[in-house]
């Protein structure tokens, strides 16, 4: 059997790690596939399975070659529509993992766009403020905000963003601006957990990292009745950045305390390639990063 081939065996398990249901989908039989794993671990020299009486799961090496497997067919299947003249529109499913509030005041425009321009292309999203496993979760694509933490995934790096305090211009002359960390004790502190009377906030100064522990004015549910209760003048908060670039650059708040902030953490958009949805995917990805990358909240630090 072709290279090629114990690929395809391979990446018939990336819907889900079972060798039976490998079997099923391409149509051969159980050792067929076994056959061919172990061909492939043989020629690699590792490990792509850990077998076990509950089924199979991938290794952090079958991971990694996964991806790649499945990168390299797609990229063979569309080479061969190519050839053929074969025009494919985008259409069918995708699942979506988004955060939040950043899906409130950065995504839904891009959203908007790309659902006008793939009519055919129905999206599920889900909002969550984690990090997911994109296989047991079947999702499609991913936006991350922080430091990845698997090398595995396919990632494209789109911007930035920030912890920033911040404070409404007449607050901040009727009080007086915090010159360091430690001056926030004797202000308003707004904090954006419901139920807690305190804030512990992360700085650094001079690459030490140190965190401040204070009482709260005003505790808020949530990041948005915080932003809004501190461009009123109710006290001083922080948040990310991306849900302050209006207030900022429209002047209803001010950035304070700038060179104490923490460094910058990367948003990336993360995806799983799979060769029967490659055009959807790729649309919805090449949107999303080129629509990103443009925002300008999404850069090094323009606020």
Not at 282 to 290: E, L, N, Q
Request: one cysteine or more.
């Amino acid at each position: 059997m072709d290279r090629y081939h114990e690929m395809v065996m391979f990446e018939a398990l990336s819907d889900r790690p079972s060798l039976a249901a490998a079997a099923r989908r391409l149509k051969v039989s159980g050792p067929t596939v076994v056959r061919a794993v172990a061909r492939l671990e043989a020629r690699l020299g590792v490990s792509l399975l850990q077998r076990s009486t509950q089924g199979v799961v991938l290794t952090r090496a079958g991971e990694a070659f996964m991806a790649d497997c499945s990168h390299i067919l797609q990229e063979i299947e569309i080479a061969e529509a190519s050839a053929k003249g074969l025009h494919i529109e985008a259409q069918g499913n995708l699942t979506v993992l988004l955060p939040l509030l950043f899906s409130r005041y950065v995504m839904t425009p891009l959203l908007t766009d790309y659902m006008d321009m793939y009519p055919d292309i129905k999206l599920f999203t889900h909002y969550h403020d984690r990090f997911p496993n994109m296989n047991e979760e079947a999702l499609d694509v991913a936006v991350l905000i922080g430091n990845l933490p698997n090398s595995s995934w396919i990632a494209r790096p789109v911007g930035y963003v920030r912890s920033i305090v911040c404070g409404s211009p007449d607050y901040l002359e009727a009080h007086g601006e915090p010159c360091s960390p430690d001056d926030l004790k004797q202000h308003k502190l707004i904090g954006t957990q419901a139920f807690r009377n305190s804030i512990q906030w992360d700085f650094q100064n001079q690459g030490l990292q140190n965190s401040i522990r204070a009482r709260t004015r005003l505790s808020c549910a949530t990041v948005q009745a915080a932003i809004s209760a501190t461009a009123h003048g109710a006290g001083i908060t922080r948040c990310l950045s991306y849900p302050l670039y209006d207030y900022l650059n429209s002047g209803r708040l001010q950035r304070i305390l700038q060179p104490f902030e923490l460094p910058s953490l990367p948003v990336h958009v993360v995806y799983r390639e799979r060769r029967k949805a490659s055009m959807r995917l790729r649309s919805f990805v090449d949107h999303v990063v080129d629509g990103l990358r443009k925002h300008p909240a999404m850069q090094p630090d323009v606020l």
